[in-house]
């Protein structure tokens, strides 16, 4: 520390690379710490990291600052905890690990306010917005290399990991070898490094945010998520991208995951109170909305198309999506059916079925969704029918089911593969010509007084 400047801080800038390191070459370089306490505690490095944070377009209240060390620093720390241990032995004073402050604890200790400051908001560790910045130190890479020969079981290659040394895996490493051996490989105290840590990454990423709501949806050519078959889109939109697009867009998030209660086919309409959905939005810039500018969005989708409309739209919690899949088997779902049947009736021949409660119905797989779902036999019921004539080949049907039923199937029976079903209770071959989900009996989202 003598050879330190005279106004006794050490200079950093952002080098041709875009990483961010040491100009003060006077400086004597700590063999624990790689500098990183010598020079990124600086108020002119917490400017720079700030500078990139606001410059990124996040909106945030707190943040949580994210700090990735080399791992090579916890073998440098171990060796300096031995050699201190060892010391104090001598006086005949005891240090465990525990009584020592760990680099990363210490240098968050001093950034925390410094970094809190400069961006005028607190650090919180459950804050959704968070700031990373990544260490690096090229010179010393290879200081955990030892650890991998005595300990091999540490260090497994993980896909999505570009080196085995993770921090993780030195620090389970360290916890595992014996100080005696640890002390044969490696010096303590540690060599001097020729040159500082340098900082290869400072990256924002916001938590996702999740938006719920219903959807009623009016045509009859319109899939729920985009149709694709062999890499071939078959339709030009979808209930997921008439609702999402606008999402993406005032929330600037980078993608999105819809979810629901339950799907309907192309050519069925969900009328009624509507489809419970819900949307996750990945990694938003925006996030902060009041109840006025959520209804605002709600009107700008469903002014946009007159396909689908949208109600209930709010901003929900990860753990309130759950309410939405809850017991969806046991849930119930009310329909209504055009059906067709060969043979001319009269409306004594179909008002049997309205006495006809808790049918059980056994279904196969239907064939039309044999490819994308496994074959099984389901056992759904029937709660109750209500028929209305229409004329001798034609009556509508509204059926309250089990969620889960394939009513097409258990209108035309799908060759034998759902049985009974209306062909077999009415002897008759029958077709269903229209289908409408009439409502879907999920209490969530909350209904909001639109």
């Not at 950034?111 to 968070?130: C, N, Q």
């Amino acid at each position: 520390m003598d050879n330190l400047s005279q106004n006794g801080e050490g200079k950093t800038s952002i080098i041709e690379d875009g990483s961010i390191a040491s100009k003060n070459s006077n400086l004597n370089v700590c063999n624990v710490c790689l500098g990183i306490l010598q020079d990124f505690c600086e108020k002119e490095f917490i400017k720079k990291v700030c500078q990139k944070v606001e410059a990124s377009g996040f909106e945030f209240t707190n943040l949580v600052l994210s700090i990735s060390f080399p791992p090579q620093l916890s073998v440098r720390e171990h060796a300096a905890w031995l050699l201190v241990k060892q010391e104090m032995g001598k006086q005949s004073l005891s240090l465990g690990r525990n009584d020592i402050v760990q680099l990363k604890e210490a240098y968050k200790w001093i950034t925390h306010p410094l970094f809190s400051e400069e961006l005028g908001v607190p650090i919180d560790g459950k804050s959704l917005f968070e700031v990373s910045v990544v260490f690096a130190h090229p010179e010393t890479v290879e200081d955990c290399h030892f650890l991998r020969v005595i300990c091999p079981d540490c260090f497994k290659p993980a896909k999505n990991k570009k080196s085995v040394f993770t921090r993780m895996a030195v620090m389970k490493a360290l916890n595992k070898i014996k100080e005696e051996d640890f002390c044969k490989q490696f010096p303590c105290p540690p060599n001097s490094p020729k040159a500082v840590c340098s900082v290869v990454e400072i990256e924002c990423a916001h938590g996702a945010v999740f938006v719920a709501g219903r959807y009623n949806k009016y045509a009859r050519n319109l899939p729920q998520t985009p149709w694709i078959i062999d890499g071939e889109r078959k339709l030009d939109s979808s209930v997921e991208e008439l609702i999402s697009d606008h999402l993406l867009t005032v929330f600037k998030a980078e993608s999105f995951n819809f979810s629901s209660s339950g799907r309907e086919d192309v050519d069925v309409r969900t009328l009624g109170n509507g489809r419970p959905f819900a949307i996750e939005l990945v990694n938003p810039h925006r996030v902060h909305f009041t109840s006025q500018e959520i209804k605002e969005l709600q009107q700008k989708i469903n002014n946009s198309s007159n396909k689908i409309q949208v109600r209930d739209l709010q901003l929900v919690t990860r753990e309130a999506i759950g309410h939405m899949k809850e017991g969806e088997e046991e849930k119930t779902k009310t329909y209504s059916a055009l059906i067709w049947t060969n043979k001319a009736i009269q409306r004594k021949d179909i008002e049997f079925l309205d006495d006809i409660k808790d049918l059980k119905i056994d279904q196969k797989t239907p064939l039309r969704v044999l490819h994308r779902r496994p074959l099984a036999v389901r056992t759904r019921i029937i709660h109750s029918m209500e028929t209305h004539y229409v004329d001798e080949h034609h009556f509508r049907l509204y059926l309250k089911t089990q969620a889960g039923t394939y009513i097409k199937e258990f209108v035309h029976g799908d060759f034998g593969r759902t049985k009974p079903n209306i062909c077999s209770l009415m002897d008759v071959t029958a077709d269903i010509l229209e289908l409408d989900v009439e409502s879907v009996d999920v209490d969530w989202p909350p209904a909001l007084d639109d």
